[in-house]
């Protein structure tokens, strides 16, 4: 079957930095997204990856090994308004997206 | 920009009890997408249309039905709701499918009780 694999929560204080890692078993790989989705509203977009590498984005980046099936976001200067969930997801053979259960990112001062 | 619109934004079914949920685009978005997102889980795809006329079941379309006359509109019709369908529900839309974003509505939040 198709797994999608994040930690559940995580906690870090504000101004450090946080990985939160994604390990994936798909049916076949086309690219990798990672969204934002604050308690209570619509997931948006934060970055994709097709590639093996790391792509950078602001305090955002995302890295991927295709050959370990991995990936993870790091956020750094964490502010508070980085609470949320953040969802891992893949586009499997069908093109179909695949997610993950998302982790919980809590923010302390 | 209004992007994806999603109507209700809450409702109360009773079991047996139907319903329409709405979604509408308007970034003229061939791709569009509904899911539900249950706590502790991922999202689940139930439908998804490629284009005006065509629709296709995703991962979870029992007790659903779609259809898709316009480029724009993409409703999602509950028949006999069932507690199981209790959920949050998201409709999505993308330009194509290889590497192009879905952007998501704020989302239905659904209780049938």
């Known amino acids: 079957g198709q797994n999608i694999d994040q930690p559940t929560e995580m906690t870090a204080t504000e101004g450090a930095i946080v990985q939160i890692n994604c390990t994936y078993q798909?049916?076949?790989?086309?690219?990798l997204f990672w969204y934002q989705q604050h308690a209570g509203e619509a997931p948006t977009f934060l970055s994709y990856?097709?590639l093996d590498g790391l792509e950078e984005k602001g305090r955002f980046s995302s890295f991927l090994s295709r050959s370990k099936g991995y990936s993870y976001l790091l956020l750094k200067e964490l502010q508070m308004k980085d609470s949320a969930s953040y969802l891992c997801a893949v586009r499997d053979s069908n093109y179909q997206l695949i997610w993950g259960a998302g982790t919980k990112l809590i923010i302390k001062p | 920009n209004a992007g994806v619109t999603q109507t209700p934004k809450f409702r109360i079914l009773k079991i047996g009890q139907s319903m329409t949920l709405q979604c509408a685009q308007d970034m003229n978005h061939n791709y569009m997408y509904w899911y539900r997102q249950d706590p502790g889980m991922g999202l689940k795809l139930i439908y998804y249309s490629v284009g005006a006329g065509i629709t296709d079941k995703g991962e979870v379309p029992n007790g659903y039905n779609v259809s898709r006359s316009t480029t724009e509109d993409f409703p999602l019709r509950l028949e006999l709701a069932a507690p199981s369908q209790t959920s949050v529900y998201f409709c999505?839309?993308?330009?194509?499918?290889?590497?192009?974003?879905?952007?998501f509505g704020a989302g239905t939040r659904l209780s049938v009780l």
């Open positions: 999505a839309s993308s330009y194509g499918v290889q590497g192009n974003i879905q952007y």
């Open positions: 798909t049916s076949g790989f086309n690219g």
């Open positions: 990856n097709v």
